[in-house]
């Protein structure tokens, strides 16, 4: 796995490509301390992977993010910072970052780094525990154009929400095995695998 490491400390980018490359399966390939630059090299050095910080001089890794993807819709982007800011989480999911990490829990980084490299998305349960109310504080989204029903809106809404299965059945007059069900054919419809991408799913078209 190849990795492009951005972060406007210099020794902060040391300590990560140490890390990283302690794992026989990571190669740091570059790495930079300022958005602009990671631009550049992520367009000529082609990394599976760009683990960069947000608050940046010259340009912040969520605009540098957000240019390279722009550019390259199957860009893996993890980010990883010290702030856990409702805008920045907001803009990383928007954008469609394959991850949002906090610099404390280096202990996550390379398997964030492998289940980001296997297709999967990955966010700290410190920013999981924001989203429902990042939701519930947007407006709702309208997912029509995806096939999704009014009454499956309904039950993916509500999983946003963070409500269990029996919580979205008391609330809908539902039976717990038709939320279940529902949850199942929603998921098809959308290529997701399991109710956390379903909310992220639904921040991002909200």
């Known amino acids: 796995m190849r990795v492009l490491v951005v972060d406007d400390d210099k020794l902060v980018c040391v300590a990560l490509k140490t890390i990283l490359e302690a794992d026989g399966d990571i190669s740091v390939v570059g790495t930079s301390n300022n958005g602009k630059e990671a631009i550049e090299l992520y367009n000529s050095l082609k990394p599976d992977i760009l683990l960069i910080d947000i608050r940046m001089e010259t340009m912040t890794g969520l605009e540098a993010g957000e240019a390279i993807l722009e550019r390259d819709k199957k860009a893996k982007i993890l980010f990883l910072t010290t702030f856990s800011d409702d805008e920045y989480i907001i ?64 039950i993916i809404t509500l999983v946003a929400e963070g409500l269990s299965n029996k919580e979205i059945a008391n609330r809908l007059y539902l039976s717990e095995g038709t939320v279940r069900n529902s949850i199942t054919t929603i998921l098809e419809k959308l290529n997701l695998r399991d109710r956390t991408q379903l909310a992220i799913f639904y921040y991002k078209n909200r």
């Open 91 to 154: 803009k990383a999911l928007k954008i469609g970052a394959k991850g949002y990490l906090i610099k404390q829990n280096f202990q996550c980084i390379v398997p964030s780094l492998k289940a980001v490299y296997m297709g999967q998305r990955v966010f700290g349960d410190d920013i999981i525990s924001k989203i429902p109310s990042l939701i519930n504080n947007s407006n709702k989204a309208d997912l029509s154009a995806f096939g999704i029903t009014e009454k499956e809106q309904e």
